[in-house]
């Protein structure tokens, strides 16, 4: 399978990196808007200019899109899907149906191949969510997130003017996952599950409590959670934020028998050193998938509930029965 990696961020370098470990991935080369003369990538693969995308239709069998969700992929995953079998890891989840049905329309009238929304979550928590609401009909979802550092909302306060750099940690309130995994089936909102912590390196001379404004007020991403600003210098952030952690788990408790006497919990969790490395290497393994459905002749916009996990492995049917089953 023949990939194009679009971008060469922290996700770029993540999916370069998880081709050492599928043997089954070429990939052709990095796409970037920056000088290609600039950008030196892990293992040496070639750079082009994005702007030359096109020529390398016949080429890439999979274009991974490696943007942010912010700005770069509602714009880019639309323009590109008609002319390539895309795959991007778009997280802003209140806006997933509009962004579906835009990329659905430009690679349908393409007749290419779309996957949405791939990496753990969305992606392998949406499955743990729809995988334990079928199972447990009766019951109630939960999920919680971190402590770790979220791609997309940093990448967010990043765009605000004013910021040279910025982490954001999701955090998750102790005594809200405790009475879940209780069984409690408590009714918590979204500030009560949750809260943000930022990191901020400032530009000299910005106005700080602008830009602490813009954040907390941040639709989809801050508004409705109690979100914690700290200014600090970029020798800091390097020094003390540096890594990408993170994680979670996705809980539902349920009940079953006639008068509901028997409750259940079904928990899927993951401790994550590397968020970027993770995602990139969930992202990956789809991009099989879609190269696979491709071949079949299937067009349009899918997510991770249309794929098949046969479609996701390098194993062969027989394998996986014998292996895995």
């Known amino acids: 399978m023949k990939i194009g990696i679009y971008g060469y961020g922290n996700l ?6 998880a081709a050492k470990y599928n043997t089954d991935i070429e990939i052709v080369g990095v796409f970037t808007r920056r ?63 509009e962004h579906f049905a835009r990329v659905d329309k430009a690679a349908r009238e393409g007749g290419k191949l779309a996957l949405i929304s791939a990496g753990w979550d969305p992606g392998l928590f949406s499955i743990a969510r729809l995988y334990a609401s079928s199972v447990l009909p009766s019951g109630k979802d939960y999920t919680f997130w971190g402590k770790g550092i979220s791609q997309g909302h940093s990448d967010a306060i990043r765009r605000i003017n004013g910021v ?45 409590q602008r830009i602490e404004r813009e954040i907390v007020t941040m639709p989809n991403y801050f508004a409705d959670y109690n979100t914690t600003v700290n200014f600090i210098s970029m020798e800091e952030l390097k020094r003390d934020h540096s890594g990408m952690p993170h994680g979670g788990s996705v809980i539902r408790s349920g009940v079953t028998g ?17 968020n970027p490395e993770f995602t990139a290497s969930v992202i990956v393994a789809y991009a099989r998938a879609i190269s696979r459905l491709a071949a079949r002749g299937e067009i349009g916009a899918k997510t991770v509930f249309d794929i098949a996990p046969a479609d996701m492995s390098p194993m062969s049917g027989e394998e996986i029965r014998a292996h895995l089953l």
């Open 258 to 274: 006639l008068a509901g006497e028997h409750s259940h919990t079904v928990e899927f969790s993951l401790k994550l050193d590397s």
């Open 12 to 17: 770029g370098r993540g999916v370069e990196s």
């Open 164 to 208: 040279l750099d910025a982490r954001q940690y999701t955090v998750p309130v102790a005594e809200a996952m405790g009475a879940v995994r209780e069984g409690k089936c408590p009714e918590l909102s979204t500030r009560e599950k949750h809260e943000r912590v930022c990191y901020v390196v400032a530009k000299e001379g910005a106005d700080l």
């Open 35 to 97: 000088d290609p003369k600039s950008v030196a990538t892990l293992t040496g693969i070639p750079v082009y200019s994005a702007s030359d995308i096109l020529s390398f239709k016949d080429k890439i069998d999979v274009l991974i899109l490696c943007g942010g969700s912010a700005t770069d992929l509602p714009e880019i995953t639309p323009a590109l899907a008609g002319e390539f079998n895309v795959i991007d890891s778009f997280d802003t989840h209140a806006k997933i149906p």
